[in-house]
């Protein structure tokens, strides 16, 4: 079967609640792709063409420079670039090897219209993000009165 | 006193007083231990020579190593000396002194060094004793160093003639020494790399079908040039002589690191069989773009230009005699004594790969060859991945005091004030050094694209850097490919060392419509970063403006 | 299946590519060209994505041809760009046996969907999904090769531009040296010969890929053709004219002492 396999989407949370027949017309969208260790897999600042899912391997999140997350097995990344035509907004470097899934825009697009449970979570995964962001803007705004975490560069 | 830091969080401090000039075009690399022990004496005394030699006024030139970087500096000549460089400068142009070392080169000095060459060459290192072993080494070691004074101290020789017609023939013609140095090539009958024993091979193999045969061969190199050497008659033994001769050679470079000929067989047999298909047209191209700058010299002085060109002619093999006879030769037998004794250490368990030891300094050689206390592999091996990953693109170009104006000229005696410039002018082209008054302010290459643009140069080596371009900024790289193909609507004009008028930058510059100068060579070696420069793609120049 | 032919069928730039048509052109025509098979867009993307069947007919495709093998994306929809997509395609140079060319195939997807091709086609105005086909051939081991532009690009004059150097052409098209420069005109008389500087040759290494060997000293401003060669160039050029028509961008190399074309493309701007 080309595309993924099924058992690399069922762990990811984004699909976990379709049942096994749409897990499947989804696994054939995508395609393999991996980096090395040290690859830069996507560049803060670059347009964007596709959305990742990671299968094996680990990756780091930076901008700027500075790290702001790591990715594991599981994780999903390239989704925002998508979804609003705008550029990437983090760097992402291979910690290890890595083997990716991938889908471009062409196929994420379709696919995230035509499926509202898709929709949802990735609703639900952005809002927790805005969330976050929201918070340490607020408290890097107040006067410190101690050492910060998170200050500015 | 500058002492800078750079973001590969390396420490440069200067060496010493004074102001101290990065090399990054003879030592692109940081060097090894061995050399950074081995050359600086070696240098200074050649320079120091050279200098008393030709009435410079200086007092040779010091080298240091910074982080394995090789920073110049001219030494400061005592005041009493003054009088005697004068009179000794003028002695220089009347009786065409070069032509004295070009004798003594020639008579005495080339053949007792390629006598001494041989001479080591012809022991076997495998087969001497740890304690015969460790002798060779520092013999080895000697030899090079003399043979690094050597090539030093017939520099001049090689470098004056040179730089006395680029002068004149600059002021008479008003062109640029980068283009009338195309002049100086190939006068030569023998042109770099090619010897006696090299013409001698292309004529025995030219006429040996089995050696013709063998040539062309696709076998393993390595065996082709085994089998060519085996072969009877002329042919054979010609191979032998001209691989005895440049075997041991570095192909590039002079560090103890860089590969012998006989190291890379694939590089070696390629060169031969080109060379023996004979393609050489070069020279008949230089005979026209000498004539075509003889038209443009006034004819009062064309006489003059006739005779200097003679004496370029005369000493131009020099240039590339006085180091492959020299040091050249020397590191190459250098490294096959310490592969050797590289070979020893690993055989009695000290270290884990022969090639190890060539980050070692020579007592450390000694002593891992001998037994005592030396570095261990894994320090061997730290040091080996810092050459390798680091370059002298992270170097500052200066440190120490900024550099100060050479001595003004018209308060010289002539002769002295000619002999400065001419070497200050091949002296600069070769060491980049600070005593060349900058009014060089201009680069050439292939005028890839029309147009005339005005912006600050930004140095950008690859993708990691891009985000430092801003729109209306000059690209100044090594070359580009598609990745660049992002920046084009930034720029306002692309400058490259490389490239033809058919390479990718050349091509997209055109499509984009700015201004394109490819070819440069040196254009990211002598723009800084930042500078404001003038790219005019309809002649193809880049100008810094100051 | 008639969606992955040898080069001599490649006819469709719809399905192959201009690349993989320009090829079958030549060698209809009699130029010599390393044998080869074109790959269409949707069989490159099918290897890409695993697809079973395609990689079987693929892999039984390409058995025949000589080892090591150059991998070359040959794009469907560049010609209606205003821009030449200099460098934009990938190429993977001595794949070394059938099995490697499906990963290849996978990687040429993958480079001509990237982040940096997407933005650049939104930026040259194309906002369709890239359509890639590919070339496999024998990949040559020549002594010197590189560009030859069949009118001069930039003064726009009636004459040959050759740019040379030695070992894979891809030295002088990625601009990694500064190469031989010669201009012919349309005669054939050799208008101009001069040395570059070329320090470095790309060349084949046996287990796969390629390396950037030092070229020796004395060879880096020795002229790597001949006039014999430039002959041969000559009549090269008037043959792409013959066939394609006028400003052509021809990528060349010499093998064997036989030469070769790799590549005639129409020159975008002068």
């Known amino acids: 079967m080309p595309g993924a396999p099924v ?147 | 006193m500058t002492n800078q830091e750079t973001s590969s969080e390396l420490f440069f401090e200067p060496p010493g007083p004074g102001t101290w000039t990065l090399d990054p075009v003879h030592f692109p690399r940081p060097v090894t231990r061995y050399w950074t022990e081995t050359h600086p004496a070696a240098f200074l005394r050649g320079t120091q020579n050279m200098a008393s030699y030709y009435g410079m006024l200086i007092d040779g030139l010091g080298t240091a190593y910074v982080n394995g970087f090789a920073y110049n500096s001219m030494r400061h000549l005592d005041e009493e000396q003054v009088p005697l460089r004068f009179g000794r400068a003028a002695e220089v142009f009347q009786n065409k002194l070069w032509r004295e070392q070009l004798r003594e080169w020639d008579e005495v000095r080339k053949p007792a060094s ?280 992270d170097a500052p170009a200066l440190l120490g005091d900024p550099p100060s104006p050479p001595p003004d000229p018209s308060k010289l005696p002539p002769a002295a004030a000619r002999l400065m410039r001419a070497m200050g002018i091949s002296l600069g082209a070769i060491f980049g050094s600070s005593e060349v008054e900058h009014e060089e302010h201009l680069l050439r290459g292939l005028a890839a694209s029309r147009g005339v643009y005005e912006g600050p140069a930004r140095r950008v080596a690859g993708p990691a850097e891009f985000d430092r371009i801003v729109q209306g900024d000059v690209l100044v790289t090594e070359s580009t490919t598609e990745a660049f193909n992002i920046l084009l609507p930034l720029l306002g004009a692309i400058v490259t060392d490389n490239g033809g008028l058919l390479s990718h930058s050349a091509i997209v510059a055109r499509e984009y419509g700015i201004p394109g100068v490819v070819g440069t060579r040196d254009a990211t070696e002598l723009i800084a970063d930042g500078t404001r420069v003038r790219v005019d793609g309809d002649v193809g120049e880049v100008t810094v403006l100051v | 299946m008639n969606d992955a032919v040898v080069l001599a069928e490649a006819s469709d730039t719809g399905l192959f590519g201009s690349k993989a048509v320009g090829l079958g052109d030549a060698i209809r025509k009699g130029i010599p060209v390393p044998p080869g098979v074109a790959l269409s867009a949707a069989v490159v993307e099918g290897a890409a994505a695993g697809d079973e069947d395609v990689i079987r007919n693929v892999t039984a495709l390409v058995a025949p041809l000589q080892t090591p093998l150059a991998v070359r994306s040959s794009a469907v929809d560049e010609d209606g760009a205003d821009a030449s997509f200099a460098g934009q395609h990938l190429t993977l140079l001595n794949v070394t046996s059938a099995a490697e060319v499906i990963p290849a195939l996978a990687e040429v997807w993958w480079s001509a969907n990237s982040d940096s091709a997407i933005t650049y086609r939104q930026r040259v105005g194309l906002f369709t999904r890239p359509l890639v086909g590919v070339v496999v051939q024998t990949l040559l081991d020549p002594d010197s090769a590189g560009v030859m532009f069949t009118r001069n690009p930039v003064s726009g004059a009636d004459e040959r531009v050759i740019e040379a150097s030695w070992g894979l052409g891809e030295a002088v098209v990625a601009g990694l040296v500064i190469p031989d420069h010669y201009r012919i005109d349309r005669s054939g008389e050799v208008l101009e010969r001069k040395p570059g500087r070329k320090r470095v040759a790309i060349r084949p290494v046996p287990t796969g890929g390629t390396v950037e060997e030092k070229v020796p000293v004395e060879l880096t401003e020795k002229l790597c053709l001949d006039d014999d060669q430039l002959e041969e160039l000559h009549e090269l050029a008037l043959r792409c004219e013959q066939v394609y028509g006028p400003a052509r961008d021809v990528e060349w190399a010499f093998a064997a002492g036989k030469l070769y074309l790799l590549q005639c493309r129409a020159v975008t701007r002068a």
């Open chain 1, 7 to 153: 058992e690399a989407l069922q762990g990811v949370p984004l699909f976990a609640e379709l049942d096994r027949h749409e897990v499947e017309q989804i696994a054939r969208l995508f395609k393999e792709r991996r980096f090395n260790q040290g690859e830069t897999v996507i560049r803060e600042g670059s347009g964007g063409a596709a959305f990742f899912l990671i299968d094996s391997g680990r990756a780091k999140v930076t901008l700027g420079g500075k790290e702001l997350a790591r990715l594991e097995e599981g994780d999903y990344f390239g989704e925002i670039a998508l979804i609003d035509g705008g550029p990437r907004s983090a760097t992402i470097i291979a910690e290890s090897d890595l083997v990716c899934f991938g889908l471009t825009y062409w196929d994420f697009g379709p696919l995230v219209q035509d499926n509202g449970l898709i929709a949802w979570k990735l609703l639900q995964s952005m809002a927790r993000e805005l969330r976050t962001a929201q918070q340490s803007l607020v408290f890097m705004a107040a006067p410190s009165t101690g050492p910060a975490e998170g200050a500015q560069s």
């Open chain 2, 114 to 393: 390629i006598a001494a060459h041989r001479d080591l060459q012809a022991v076997d290192p495998d087969a001497l004793s740890d304690e015969d072993l460790v002798a060779y080494l520092r013999r080895c070691r000697d030899h090079h160093s003399a043979m690094i004074t050597q090539h030093m101290s017939f520099t001049g020789a090689a470098t004056l003639p040179v730089g006395d017609f680029l002068a004149h023939v600059g002021d008479w013609t008003g062109l640029a020494p980068a283009e009338l140095l195309g002049l100086t090539r190939g006068s030569a009958p023998v042109s770099a790399g090619a010897s006696a024993q090299l013409e001698r091979l292309i004529a025995a193999i030219g006429q040996d079908p089995s050696a013709l045969a063998l040539l062309e061969s696709n076998d393993d190199p390595g065996g082709v040039l085994a089998s060519l050497r085996s072969l009877p008659g002329d042919a054979g033994s010609a191979v032998s002589d001209y691989l005895d001769l440049v075997g041991f050679r570095p192909l590039d470079g002079f560090d103890i690191s860089e590969p012998s000929a006989l190291e890379l067989p694939d590089s070696l047999l390629r060169s031969i069989r080109v060379t023996v298909s004979g393609r050489d047209l070069a020279g008949s191209d230089v005979n026209d773009l000498i004539s075509g700058v003889r038209a443009k010299v006034p004819p009062e002085h064309r006489d003059q230009f006739d005779e200097l060109l003679a004496e370029v002619r005369l000493t131009y093999r020099l240039r590339d005699e006085r180091g492959v006879y020299s040091d050249i030769w020397a590191s190459g037998l250098m490294r096959r004594a310490v592969l050797a004794a590289g070979r020893r250490a690993v055989a009695a368990g000290r270290i884990e790969d022969a090639g190890q030891l060539i980050d070692a300094g020579l007592e450390e050689m000694c002593s891992l060859v001998s037994g005592t206390a030396g570095p261990t592999a894994r320090e061997l091996a730290d040091r080996s991945q810092y050459r390798a990953t680091h370059s002298a693109k």
